[in-house]
């Protein structure tokens, strides 16, 4: 409900609320979108790093919008949060996820895997990784517990990740005519 509250409600007038849509905000962007991209991560980071983090690495090629997102977010959720605009704010850590998503399936970090031409898949994985945890650091003034887990499930123990878990659950669909509120 909260994220759905900062995504949609306008500062200045009314919102047009229902089930449906609530659903389909958490749904697609914190399950289908950040939620995934974290589990993601985690997973080919124990794949192909037995769960290991990768050092730090120069921002392979096509990261470059990713890097930006991950860079600016910060300062453009401040911005927006001086401003009182919180759909502003949460759309700046929602670019992360966004562009995080965009990026892997541009990298293939599945065929990196295979091919790993100059060291490319630790440089991705190292990016993704980066990009995972500024969204959770970036998202705990909004949703604080769904940040924590967040960064739970991308900081390393004893060297390693935690084995992937859902970081949010999918709500279960409303009947079409159920639940509307005008």
């Known amino acids: 409900m909260r994220w759905w509250l900062l995504r949609e409600v306008p500062r200045v007038s009314d919102a047009d609320f ?62 927006a949060l001086a401003g009182f605009d919180f759909r502003q704010a949460t759309a700046a850590v929602w670019a992360i996820a966004d562009e995080a998503n965009r990026f892997i399936n541009r990298a293939r970090p599945w065929d990196l895997a295979k091919a790993d031409p100059a060291g490319q898949l630790d440089a991705v994985l190292y990016l993704l990784t980066r990009a995972c945890s ?20 991308c900081a390393p123990r004893d060297g390693r990740l935690p084995a992937p878990s859902a970081v949010f659950r999918r709500l279960a669909r409303v009947p079409a005519g159920c639940g509307s509120a005008g």
Not at 136 to 142: D, I
Request: hydrophobic letters at 45%; glycine letters at 10%.
């Open 134 to 153: 500024a969204a959770g650091r970036e998202l705990a003034p909004f949703l604080p517990d769904a940040a924590a887990r967040i960064t739970r499930q």
């Open 18 to 79: 229902t089930i449906e849509r609530l659903i389909a905000r958490a749904d697609d962007e914190l399950a289908n979108g950040l939620g995934n991209l974290v589990n993601r991560v985690a997973a080919m980071i124990h794949r192909y790093r037995d769960g290991r983090i990768p050092a730090s690495a120069p921002v392979p090629p096509g990261g470059e919008d990713l890097e930006t997102a991950i860079r600016l977010a910060g300062d453009r959720v401040g911005a």
